[in-house]
């Protein structure tokens, strides 16, 4: 359910979801909603996510970060939040 409401950026849900603490769930291809956001830009629900201490370093099944999948999509908002933030520069 996080990950659907971070992939149609629906803040409010995302917050009643982590307020009830929520298991933060994966889709299909191990995404996190982190991963979404960061595809999407979405940086006000990146940053909820962050503040609710998600995992900024896990990896998809790809082996991709929410950094990496920012770069990517030429996010630059949430490459800075992610970098700021404190995630790892040195994953491969």
Known sequence: ALVAAAR????????????????????????????VAATLGY???ADMLIEEDVDVDALNE???TPLMLAIQHGKKNIVNL???????????
Not at 9 to 32: F, H, P, S
């Open 62 to 64: 790809d082996g991709l």
């Open 8 to 35: 149609a950026g629906e803040m409010e849900i995302i917050r009643i979801i982590l307020d009830k603490e929520c298991d933060t769930n994966y889709d299909e291809n191990r995404n996190a909603a982190l991963h």
């Open 82 to 92: 992610l970098v700021r933030e404190g995630c790892d520069l040195d994953i491969q």
């Open 43 to 45: 940086v006000e629900i």
